[in-house]
């Protein structure tokens, strides 16, 4: 009986979670509704409260599953890990699901505290392999940096980012060749 149960909370769940990354992506978080949730997945709303205490304890667990980060690479020269890094970064923000939703997160983050510290989290998690062909950079020698990584990748990924978000310019092989290119200079004067 146990296990007749346990199956059925985990497709409740599943079915939950689904549909709140679904109503994520087409509206984002201000067009997400646990009312609109409990319709579309069948599940009655006393059952999201029992697994979600919150709305946002809700978007958490959907937006955890956002995706994770590439591995970094490690071609053995700075310059490739970051074209390796950017070309893969160019390619979610044109086409990954969590780069309709991200914004929407940052949005909410500047009002909710929950959700503040589910960006910063989802924020290191896709800086982590920026930050790790950076320092392996460091420990070969092959730059100095005279700032922190932190300011360095901000040069590599703000660009794309603004390109993405704002100017909605396209982000082709030509300026993630020039993107790079910059910060390579950037760091070696």
Do not use: N
């Amino acid at each position: 009986m146990i296990q007749i149960a346990d199956k059925r909370v985990e497709r409740s769940k599943a079915a939950v979670l689904t549909e709140t990354y679904r109503q994520l992506t087409q509206s984002g978080i201000g067009g997400f509704s646990i009312d609109e949730v409990s319709r579309t997945s069948g599940v009655s709303k006393t059952t999201i409260y029992r697994h979600w205490p919150s709305r946002s304890a809700l978007l958490i667990d959907a937006c955890s599953k956002l995706g994770s980060a590439p591995p970094p690479p490690d071609t053995g020269t700075l310059r490739a890990d970051l074209h390796a890094l950017v070309t893969t970064l160019a390619e979610q923000l044109q086409s990954a699901a969590w780069a309709t939703v991200y914004p929407s997160i940052v949005d909410a983050a500047e009002r909710d505290p929950e959700i503040a510290a589910l960006q910063a989290g989802l924020h290191k998690a896709f800086m982590a392999p920026f930050h790790a062909v950076i320092e392996r950079a460091r420990e070969r020698g092959e730059v100095r940096l005279s700032k922190p990584a932190t300011d360095v990748i901000a040069l590599v990924v703000g660009p794309l980012f603004y390109r993405r978000w704002f100017s909605k310019e396209t982000i082709d092989d030509r300026f993630t060749e020039a993107t790079v290119d910059a910060v390579i200079k950037d760091m070696l004067s």
